[in-house]
């Protein structure tokens, strides 16, 4: 039976077993007079039940997954006759790959390979076995666990506990889940980066404090290239500036406009104007970069030129302004909510002093606000380093180290994208050089992430 | 009117008078106000005034003069609508949603919701203290200099010193601050945190100050110091207090005011409203038979 079908059977299976042990348990009571005799309620009898007949199970399959293939393809690879066993690994996967795809009728065999088309007709022999007992075994064990969880089924029996724990496990599985993926991003990240350090082209110094940045090198002996130079610091400067432009537009207006929104809009504006400014929020940020691409950036070319700037027609100006937009409602949204977090008496103290509304903002609320302000603005600014897509198509490539922003420069990001299109080789520094850029990336990200983090707890220990 | 919070006092009453419902409503409804609300040489006076919030009437024709450096306590059950009734007197229900003031109310004679009078200034010179204290999340001298300096009342640093320092010493708190002026307001206890919400409302010297409830979110002792300094601060103020508490009006004030169901059901001077009242209603609230 293939995988899917068998944990349809078994998923069939489970709800039958927590009927059962519901069943029971009810069965049970009845003599004694009733459910509340029992010593949790008849779902959570259903549930251990179902939990003895689905969890064996499902440890046994993830195993059998894990274990399944690396044992078939050794008993193959044994079977082999002594002179054609692999001497290398790369020899071996080659030889496995062929086996496999002669077993899968995509290639015939040669005449001379009597014993590959033997390996392959074993391998699938095996594979079939070994599905069949599978399909047993899984079975025969959601049978058995289902039985042993309804046996199990008794009025002292303190089934709600059990299920607890395992609903409390499932949680901290998933959990770990999330953490356990960052740290494999992480290191697969930082492991690239080594090997990237290891070249001799390149040093950690030079990488962090060189200006010149151009990671074109030739990628074969013959080939006339340039023999590459790996300097981020033009890169951060492109990233730090397009975010500054984006920042200057952002912040002042999403600041503006959560203020409105928290202060001034009586409540049919703000519930109608706030959704509208977080769809902003929901425009994917390619449509943003073709609107900076071929609206934004050739009107600020033109508009340049009239007034006699040299303005390049992919403008660090463009690519941030724009980014500023899609980054509004970020800053207006937190800044709204934190904002609305004041409470009312300081709003009432400050006015019971005789200041006006814009004073109380001013001094009262704006400053009452503004560790969790700092810290959407935080937030938004990992944001805007992080951004992509817009950039990619508005910034330009080149490695510019300039504070103009009618220039083109280019950021990490757009340099990880160019670096990692297409066919790559991945013992060249060139390619490798894209996971320094993004742990570097990354850190610089997360230690913004966890000053914003801190501002905002701070901010929670001001008001009770 | 809501019918079920006259039932409730209806039924409170027939249970003492044998009257009947209808006539205790007919009574609250149309009863003129008993004592005397009106004085000569008031301070503020309030005149036929009704509040409503959007449809619903929480304030009905009320009379009321406050005398200039007196305490005047507000006392009724909750909901009477008297905490409403003082957030009028400096238009702090301005800020409420669909809250709507007619009438006559005046400040030395002139009209406190006439075009003319300008909201900030009004505020200036009524000053306000609320139920919970609501200091800023700022230093103690901040807290306390924010009126003055909102209002230009310092041209150097030295007399915003001054200002504060006094307001402080009125406030009677200056011995316990004096050495950390500049530790947020926030870290001080309850009683002191109120103290300073006065503080900061006589450091504008307003000529009024209004306190909803000062003392509700205090323990007995850091309520006992506020009655002293309430009684200190007559002297130069006239106030008026909003109080659950009828020990603590007849501690505090020298005229009191008996709210019910938005009528104003009796005004005289506290010592007569707590030992003779003239109102039924007046005597069943003081005797403790509701509210």
């Known amino acids: 039976m293939q995988t899917a079908n068998l944990i349809i059977v078994l998923l069939a299976m489970v709800g039958i077993a927590y009927y059962m042990g519901r069943g029971r348990s009810f069965a049970l009571a009845k003599p004694l007079g009733g459910i509340r005799h029992l010593n949790s309620l008849p779902f959570y009898y259903g549930a251990q039940t179902a939990i003895w007949c689905c969890v064996p199970s499902l440890i046994l399959l993830a195993l059998w997954a894990l274990f399944d293939e690396p044992i078939i393809t050794n008993v193959v690879l044994s079977g082999l006759p002594e002179a054609i066993q692999p001497q290398t690994v790369a020899d071996q996967n080659l030889l496995l790959n062929r086996i496999e795809n002669i077993a899968s009728g995509a290639l015939a065999a040669g005449a001379d390979e009597q014993a590959l088309s033997a390996a392959a007709d074993r391998l699938n022999g095996l594979r079939e076995t070994a599905q069949w007992v599978l399909t047993a075994a899984i079975l025969s064990l959601a049978v058995l666990g289902g039985l042993w969880g309804w046996r199990r089924v008794s009025p002292k029996l303190k089934a709600r506990n059990q299920v607890e724990v395992v609903f409390k496990s499932t949680l901290l599985a998933c959990a770990c889940i999330a953490i356990l993926t960052t740290l494999g991003i992480v290191f697969s990240v930082v492991f690239e980066t080594i090997r990237f350090f290891s070249f001799d082209e390149v040093t950690i110094t030079g990488f962090i404090f060189g200006t010149e940045w151009s990671p074109q090198i030739a990628i074969r002996a013959d080939q006339a290239g340039a023999s590459g130079s790996f300097g981020a610091v033009p890169l951060f400067v492109g990233t730090l500036l397009i975010s500054f432009i984006a920042m200057v537009v952002a912040v002042p207006v999403g600041l503006m406009s959560a203020i409105y929104l928290a202060e001034y809009a009586n409540p049919r504006v703000r519930s109608t104007a706030k959704p509208l400014l977080e769809i902003l929020a929901g425009i994917p940020t390619v449509v943003y970069g073709f609107f900076a691409a071929l609206t934004v950036a050739p009107f600020l070319r033109e508009l340049g030129e009239s007034m006699g700037l040299d303005v390049s027609s992919e403008s660090a100006l463009a690519a941030g302004g724009v980014m500023g937009i899609m980054i509004i409602p970020f800053v207006s949204s937190l800044a709204d909510d934190v904002i609305t977090a004041v409470p009312q008496s300081m709003r009432d103290g400050s006015l019971g002093l005789g200041a006006t509304k814009s004073e109380t903002i001013k001094k009262v609320i704006f400053p009452a606000a503004l560790p969790g302000i700092v810290g959407g603005v935080m937030l938004a600014v990992s944001r805007a380093i992080g951004e992509t897509m817009i950039v990619v198509m508005a910034a330009g490539l080149a490695a510019n180290m300039t504070a103009n922003p009618l220039d083109t420069v280019t950021t990490v990001t757009v340099q990880i994208v160019t670096l990692l299109i297409g066919d790559q080789e991945f013992d060249s520094p060139k390619t490798l050089a894209a996971f320094a850029l993004g742990l570097m990336l990354f850190v610089v990200t997360l230690l913004l992430n966890l000053f914003a983090l801190r501002t905002v707890k701070k901010y929670r220990e001001q008001y009770d | ?291």
């Open chain 2, 1 to 291: 009117m809501t019918s079920i919070a006259t039932e409730q006092a209806g039924e409170m009453l027939i249970s003492k008078t044998e009257r009947t419902e209808s006539q205790v409503v007919r009574d609250i409804e149309h009863g003129e106000t008993v004592g005397e609300p009106l004085m000569e040489d008031a301070k503020m006076s309030v005149r036929n005034t009704d509040v409503f919030y959007g449809d619903k009437q929480a304030i009905f024709g009320v009379d009321l003069d406050i005398g200039k450096n007196q305490v005047i306590a507000m006392i009724g059950p909750s909901g009477c609508g008297k905490s409403t009734f003082l957030r009028c007197l400096n238009r702090m229900n301005d800020t409420v949603e669909g809250c709507r003031v007619s009438g006559e109310l005046t400040l030395d004679g002139s009209d406190i919701y006439s075009k003319k009078m300008d909201v900030v200034a009004l505020r200036a010179r009524i000053g306000m203290v609320f139920q919970k204290p609501n200091p800023f999340p700022k230093s103690i001298y901040d807290n306390v200099a924010y009126g003055p300096r909102l209002h230009g009342l310092a041209s150097r640093r030295g007399e915003l010193d001054e200002i504060v320092e006094n307001s402080l010493r009125r406030a009677s708190l200056w011995d316990e601050v004096k050495d950390r002026l500049h530790s947020p307001g926030t870290g001080l206890s309850g009683g002191q945190q109120q103290r300073l919400c006065i503080a900061r409302a006589i450091a504008v010297s307003p000529e009024v100050i209004l306190m909803d409830e000062p003392c509700s979110a205090l323990d007995p002792i850091a309520t006992a110091r506020i009655e002293e300094l309430i009684a200190e601060l007559r002297e130069n103020y006239t106030i008026a207090i909003v109080t659950h508490s009828m020990q603590q009006a007849a501690r505090v004030s020298q005229r009191t005011a008996y709210f019910h169901l938005g009528h104003l059901v009796e005004v005289n001077d506290t010592e007569k409203v707590f030992t003779s009242p003239e109102h039924e209603l007046t005597e069943a609230y003081i005797t403790g038979r509701f509210g």
